[in-house]
């Protein structure tokens, strides 16, 4: 007698399964091209079942948004309150590692959680900040101990934003002494020794293309990608909609457009701020001052570009993809000639944590353009890559 196949049991953490899996999906595919039929088939279960847990993808999206920032604020709890900073610090970068995976929803939160959604997210992220930002204060005090706490917070949730493979413990190795190091700076002092770089000149909207790819970008700034039409980008440019199509296949294609464009100046303004520069530590100053400046003048773009270019189709974004990898290839170079003991992947992992000290850092200073900032955010950067 052959015994009935057993029924198959649902699992008691079904729930946590689904919102692993949509986090995931999210931070890897974007808040709309991500489905819920793709989040239950990582789960798998079909989607009707999924629906049983959640009644729509912005319900799913709202908890998924929360979850790194509930799992940092319950490991900082059980941190003592008199710990030092390089325990705080390891406490949220072992949260963050583990979790890189699911770690990128963050990037949307603003664009697409409701009003109440997104101030309740925006406490629990402050809560981290300032229970960070005391012990930098208590161990570091000198200005600016918020602004320093945000920046290594970037330094670490920079883990979050690229797939480089490298050994667990050792990235939260690096990436705890990076924030450290972050923390630890005085950017209030860094304005004396600030690099002037050039920058290339804005261009001019002299065509109708160059117009609309001016137009837009302000617009999925405010907006959010998703929720502007066409039709606002063809009024903002005195054009019916249908207009636009003689320019651009799709909206899509528009901020492609706009994003090799600002590759485009970036990579003409670290030729011309790197020419004639051989040491590494020199080149690494000059990279910095002409990252931070361009962050800062072109702010708007970056984080249009940080939210909206992982869910864009394969074709238009690879070549984005490729733009940035050469980009930090010259990083990367340069940082390994100046620490030799690193090795590629290390390189790769602290020139990503100094971006992420900029972005933070830049969203802190509410991206104000003075040469003030941009020397204090240049420092911190400095700091992150330990040169």
């Not at 509930?70 to 941190?79: H, I, Y």
């Not at 003409?268 to 690494?284: F, I, K, S």
Request: hydrophobic share 50%; with cysteine; proline share 5%.
């Amino acid at each position: 007698m052959t015994a009935e196949p057993a029924a198959a049991v649902r699992p008691r953490n079904r729930r946590q399964l689904i919102v692993e899996a949509g986090a995931t999906v999210f931070s890897e595919r974007g808040y709309h091209a991500a489905s819920m039929e793709e989040i239950a088939a990582g789960v798998g279960i079909t989607a009707a079942a999924l629906y049983r847990h959640f009644p729509n993808k912005y319900a799913l999206f709202a908890e998924c948004a929360n979850v790194m920032v509930d799992r940092l604020v319950a490991a900082l709890g059980e941190v003592p309150a008199d710990a030092a900073l390089a325990e705080v610090l390891a406490a949220v970068t072992r949260v963050t590692v583990a979790h890189r995976g699911a770690g990128g929803v963050y990037r949307w939160e603003a664009r697409y959680l409701n009003r109440e959604d997104r101030r309740v997210l925006k406490g629990k992220f402050a809560h981290v900040v300032e229970r960070v930002a005391e012990v930098v204060r208590r161990e570091y005090p000198w200005p600016d101990e918020h602004l320093r706490a945000v920046a290594a917070l970037g330094a670490i949730g920079s883990i979050t934003m690229h797939h480089n493979s490298i050994a667990r413990r050792r990235v939260e190795d690096l990436l705890r002494a990076s924030a450290l190091r972050v923390a630890a700076a005085d950017p209030s002092a860094a304005l004396a020794d600030a690099r002037v770089v050039e920058l290339p000149a804005r261009p001019q909207p002299r065509t109708r293309r160059s117009e609309i790819l001016a137009a837009a970008i302000p617009l999925f700034e405010r907006d959010g990608f998703t929720a502007v039409t066409n039709g606002m980008i063809a009024d903002a440019v005195g054009l019916a909609p249908s207009g636009l199509y003689r320019y651009f296949p799709g909206k899509a294609d528009i901020l492609a457009a706009a994003c090799l464009q600002a590759a485009g100046l970036l990579a003409q303004a670290v030729e011309h701020n790197l020419r004639g520069v051989t040491d590494p530590h020199d080149a690494l100053t000059a990279l910095t001052a002409t990252y931070v400046a361009y962050s800062f003048e072109h702010n708007a773009l970056t984080s249009v570009a940080d939210a909206e270019i992982v869910g864009l189709p394969a074709g238009l974004r690879r070549p984005l993809v490729v733009a940035q990898r050469e980009h930090i290839a010259v990083w990367e170079q340069y940082l390994r000639q100046a620490r030799p003991g690193l090795d590629a992947r290390q390189a790769r992992v602290l020139v990503h944590a100094g971006f992420g000290v900029v972005v933070e850092a830049g969203r802190r200073l509410r991206w104000r353009n003075s040469p003030e900032h941009r020397a204090a955010v240049a420092a911190l950067l400095v700091n992150a890559l330990d040169l």
